[in-house]
């Protein structure tokens, strides 16, 4: 009986949303389930089974051996090769090589891409839809992890039903619900050891964070998932007034005057100014989104730019966005000629006067704060761990020239704090235990050879501010782990 309820929600679920049912007309709908051998995906697999013959879908699965975890994902593998073949499915299986050579030190967001790459695969071999597994749970632990960065009403929308030819049947399902499912179906799965590991922020989320608030109240998932459905009915009536408003206030480039070649959108201030502050930040978001994350810092930086009237705003190293003379627009700056090559996304000239962020490949981003406060006021309201974090600016820039942020080069060498000799920075991170796969990714701080900060483990011996020091340098650090 419990098992005809959650069939029942999804079905209820599937025909509100429009999500099984075939996009042109006269076209069976060929449905491929993402299945991962977890109970997620094993329940996904049989509900979508046992919706078949109403709906009327072609459907067949498909799993993804990134080759990540050694014997354990070809475990996994095998299992859902065996359940495949005794519900009647046909299965497709993708291993990583396939889809080119797998980096050294691959890590959960290139597994991610890959995943995607490979679906994305399947629809251009003749796969409508690709139905993924997400649940209730997946969207609670997404609205946090983005409240907790900072996110407008976009992105507190979550995990939206569908998107692009992506489903999520199973959003109104908890795991608790999956894992029911499969029990009284006699269902099997498989479970993933790094989800048990506090490694990734995801997990801390899933492991703490929810548990605690469902100790507070039970429903609190639910409660989650509930919010995002309503954030993303708002954000989606916001979204068509954006359009609106930019639509109408749209100019051609030569009609405002403007006659760098580089404008290559413009719109008058008028009308961006006057809307309801809702509006405009979801026509700034619309605007930032193709360009780069739309963070709410960058979408309310645009809104401040637009109310202010004049100056400019640098979203990317080639797109920016100006106000003047009563207008606002974008701005691209040209490719650079081959010879004249920019800085790579993994180095990074160190100029924290005039620039705070610094982005890295696998989702770390580097902020860097220079204050003149008074040292023991400040310390006072920063948490101890923090601390490691904190230099004397000047005493860098004396004893060190030629700063650059980037990610580790053969010859590195470091001396953490505490220590009176220096190490190569290889040896450090095999007795400091960093993941093989995180290695090459980590940010650092460094001049020449001489690491001076490496991200997680704080500046070298010799760089902590004291008593003395007039100008304290901050850096913080974060790892973006978004799903979708």
Same mark, same amino acid.
């Given at each position: 009986?419990?098992?005809?309820?959650?069939?029942? $929600?999804?079905?209820?679920?599937?025909?509100?949303?429009?999500?099984?049912?075939?996009?042109?007309?006269?076209?069976?709908?060929?449905?491929?389930?993402?299945?991962? /051998?977890?109970?997620?995906?094993? @329940?996904?697999?049989?509900?979508?089974?046992?919706?078949?013959?109403?709906?009327?879908?072609?459907?067949?699965?498909?799993?993804?051996?990134?080759?990540?975890?050694?014997?354990?994902?070809?475990?996994?593998?095998?299992?859902?090769?065996?359940?495949?073949?005794?519900?009647?499915?046909?299965?497709?299986?993708?291993?990583?090589? =396939?889809?080119?050579?797998?980096?050294?030190?691959?890590?959960?967001?290139?597994?991610?891409?890959?995943?995607?790459? %490979?679906?994305?695969?399947?629809?251009?071999?003749?796969?409508?839809?690709?139905?993924? @597994?997400?649940?209730?749970?997946?969207?609670?632990?997404?609205?946090?992890?983005?409240?907790?960065?900072?996110?407008?009403?976009?992105?507190?929308?979550?995990?939206?039903?569908?998107?692009?030819?992506?489903?999520?049947?199973?959003?109104?399902?908890?795991?608790?619900?999956?894992?029911?499912?499969?029990?009284?179906?006699?269902? $099997?799965?498989?479970?993933? =050891?790094?989800?048990?590991?506090?490694?990734?922020? $995801?997990?801390?989320?899933?492991?703490?964070?929810?548990? @605690?608030?469902?100790?507070?109240?039970?429903?609190?998932?639910?409660?989650?998932?509930?919010? %995002?459905? !309503?954030?993303?009915?708002?954000?989606?009536?916001?979204?068509?007034?954006?359009? =609106?408003?930019?639509? #109408?206030?749209?100019?051609?480039?030569?009609?405002? /005057?403007?006659?760098?070649?580089?404008?290559?959108?413009?719109?008058?201030? /008028?009308?961006?100014?006057?809307?309801?502050?809702? &509006?405009?930040?979801?026509?700034?978001?619309?605007?930032?989104?193709?360009?780069?994350?739309?963070?709410? !810092?960058?979408?309310? +930086?645009?809104?401040?730019? &637009?109310?202010?009237?004049?100056?400019?705003?640098?979203?990317?190293?080639?797109?920016?966005?100006?106000?003047?003379?009563?207008?606002? *627009?974008?701005?691209?700056?040209?490719?650079?000629?081959?010879?004249?090559?920019?800085?790579?996304?993994?180095?990074?000239?160190?100029?924290?006067?005039?620039?705070?962020?610094?982005?890295?490949?696998?989702? *770390?981003?580097?902020?860097?704060?220079?204050?003149?406060?008074?040292?023991?006021?400040?310390?006072?309201?920063?948490?101890?761990?923090?601390?490691?974090?904190?230099?004397?600016?000047?005493?860098?820039?004396?004893?060190? @020239?030629?700063?650059? +942020? $980037?990610?580790?080069?053969?010859?590195?060498?470091?001396?953490? #704090?505490?220590?009176?000799?220096?190490?190569?920075?290889?040896?450090?991170?095999?007795?400091?235990?960093?993941?093989?796969?995180?290695?090459?990714?980590?940010?650092?701080?460094?001049?020449?050879?001489?690491?001076?900060? &490496?991200? /997680?483990?704080?500046?070298?011996?010799?760089?902590?501010?004291?008593?003395?020091?007039?100008?304290?340098?901050?850096?913080?650090?974060?790892?973006?782990? =978004?799903?979708?």
């Amino acid at each position: 009986m419990e098992n005809e309820t959650i069939l029942a $929600r999804v079905r209820e679920y599937c025909l509100r949303e429009a999500l099984l049912t075939p996009g042109a007309p006269l076209h069976e709908l060929h449905l491929a389930a993402a299945v991962s /051998g977890g109970a997620d995906s094993m @329940a996904l697999l049989r509900i979508l089974l046992a919706l078949q013959p109403e709906f009327g879908f072609v459907l067949s699965a498909c799993h993804v051996n990134h080759g990540l975890r050694g014997e354990s994902a070809h475990r996994d593998e095998a299992f859902v090769r065996a359940e495949c073949a005794r519900l009647g499915v046909p299965l497709r299986v993708f291993h990583a090589e =396939e889809l080119g050579p797998v980096p050294e030190h691959a890590g959960e967001d290139w597994a991610r891409r890959l995943r995607y790459a %490979c679906f994305a695969r399947l629809c251009r071999e003749g796969i409508d839809a690709v139905a993924t @597994a997400h649940t209730a749970n997946d969207q609670a632990e997404t609205l946090l992890l983005r409240l907790a960065r900072g996110t407008g009403m976009h992105g507190a929308a979550g995990i939206r039903p569908r998107r692009g030819p992506y489903l999520r049947p199973l959003l109104p399902l908890t795991r608790q619900d999956t894992e029911s499912f499969c029990r009284a179906a006699g269902q $099997r799965w498989v479970t993933d =050891e790094t989800n048990e590991t506090d490694a990734y922020a $995801r997990n801390r989320v899933r492991r703490a964070a929810l548990p @605690a608030l469902q100790s507070t109240n039970g429903a609190a998932v639910e409660n989650l998932a509930r919010f %995002c459905e !309503k954030a993303a009915r708002a954000d989606d009536y916001f979204a068509r007034k954006a359009q =609106e408003l930019l639509s #109408a206030a749209r100019l051609d480039g030569t009609q405002a /005057g403007i006659r760098a070649p580089d404008a290559c959108r413009v719109w008058r201030l /008028g009308p961006l100014s006057a809307a309801d502050a809702p &509006v405009l930040e979801a026509a700034m978001h619309s605007l930032t989104a193709p360009v780069r994350d739309a963070e709410e !810092k960058y979408v309310q +930086l645009l809104c401040a730019l &637009v109310r202010r009237g004049s100056g400019a705003v640098q979203l990317t190293g080639r797109v920016r966005f100006c106000a003047g003379n009563g207008f606002f *627009w974008q701005e691209e700056v040209p490719e650079l000629p081959q010879r004249q090559t920019a800085p790579q996304p993994e180095s990074w000239p160190f100029v924290p006067e005039k620039q705070a962020e610094y982005g890295f490949a696998g989702g *770390w981003k580097v902020t860097a704060e220079l204050f003149t406060a008074d040292f023991e006021e400040k310390i006072q309201v920063v948490h101890k761990k923090d601390l490691k974090n904190q230099a004397d600016y000047a005493r860098i820039t004396t004893l060190y @020239a030629g700063l650059v +942020l $980037r990610t580790r080069q053969p010859g590195d060498v470091y001396r953490p #704090a505490g220590r009176s000799v220096h190490n190569r920075l290889r040896k450090w991170m095999n007795e400091a235990g960093i993941p093989a796969q995180m290695r090459d990714q980590l940010p650092l701080l460094a001049a020449g050879s001489e690491v001076l900060w &490496v991200c /997680g483990a704080g500046f070298a011996e010799g760089l902590a501010p004291d008593e003395g020091t007039a100008q304290v340098l901050q850096m913080e650090m974060e790892h973006r782990e =978004e799903l979708s």
